[in-house]
C-alpha cells in the first residue's frame, strides 16, 4: 500500500518533467506558482517485556498550493494555502506464554 501511495504521489512530478520540454519566457516565469504535496508512512513494532508486542502506525500528509493572485502596483501579491494532517495509531497485544514442561 506505500509503494502504490508513493506512486501515485510521484505521478504528478513525472508529468511535470515530460510537459517541460521547452524552456518558460520572462513573462510566463512571472506568473508561475507552484505549490508541492508531501505524503509519509512510518511503521515501527517492538516487544514490551517479555509478555507483548507493539505496533505503532503514523502518517502525514502535507499541501501547499497557491490560492488567490493580486497586482499591488509593481509587485503581485500571492496568497498560499497550507493543509497538514497527521494520524497515529498505536496497538498493543499480550502474548500468552505456553507451558512447555520437560518429562
Known amino acids: 500500500m506505500k509503494k502504490l501511495l508513493m506512486g501515485v504521489a510521484a ?14 519566457t520572462n513573462q510566463q516565469m ?14 515501527a513494532e517492538g516487544l514490551v517485556g517479555k509478555g507483548a508486542l507493539l505496533l505503532t502506525t503514523t502518517g502525514s500528509l502535507s499541501q501547499v498550493t497557491p490560492y488567490a493572485t ?29 507451558g512447555l514442561s520437560s518429562q
Open 70 to 98: 493580486a497586482p499591488a502596483g509593481e509587485v503581485t501579491v500571492n496568497l498560499i494555502k497550507s493543509l497538514s494532517a497527521t494520524q497515529s495509531s498505536t496497538v498493543t497485544s499480550a502474548i500468552s506464554s505456553l
Open 11 to 24: 505521478l504528478p512530478f513525472c508529468m511535470g518533467v515530460a510537459v517541460a520540454g521547452q524552456p518558460l
Open 30 to 43: 512571472d506568473r508561475v506558482t507552484a505549490g508541492f504535496t508531501a505524503v509519509s508512512v512510518a511503521d
